[in-house]
């Protein structure tokens, strides 16, 4: 089970954390990620982290903007976003996979099957 929290209502140019609990898996045989989906559109990958190494991920959108980090005492991975901007709007989910999702330098998405119920992050203009 996955819970994600942090989200909210924030002006363009904020900033927020988003934090994701996990229980019920075996934590370090996970790869994490966050995911995004707005209005209209279909989940789109923003930022994963494996469960090996740290190697991570982020979409062309979230590069020096965002960053992934994950907690295994804790069985939390975050993501702090700064310098939001109006198009970040979206209901943002944590998804979670014992798949070998990240391979060979690459991340294969459609892998992640254990997801959050989502938190909105609405960024006004």
């Known amino acids: 089970q996955l819970a994600e929290s942090g989200g909210g209502v924030v002006q363009a140019g904020g900033s927020l954390r988003l934090s994701c609990a996990a229980s019920g898996l075996i934590w370090n045989t996970h790869n994490m990620g966050w995911f995004r989906q707005a209005p209209g559109r279909e989940r789109e990958a923003i930022s994963c982290?494996?469960?090996?190494?740290?190697?991570?991920f982020y979409a062309d959108s979230a590069k020096g903007r965002f960053t992934i980090s994950r907690d295994d005492a804790e069985n939390t991975v975050y993501l702090q976003m700064n310098n939001l901007k109006p198009e970040d709007t979206a209901v943002y989910f944590c998804?979670?996979?014992?798949?070998?999702?990240?391979?060979?330098?690459?991340?294969?998405?459609?892998?992640?099957?254990?997801w959050g119920q989502g938190t909105q992050v609405t960024v006004s203009s």
């Open positions: 982290i494996s469960k090996l190494d740290g190697a991570t």
């Open positions: 998804g979670a996979t014992n798949m070998e999702a990240f391979y060979g330098g690459y991340w294969d998405f459609s892998l992640f099957g254990t």
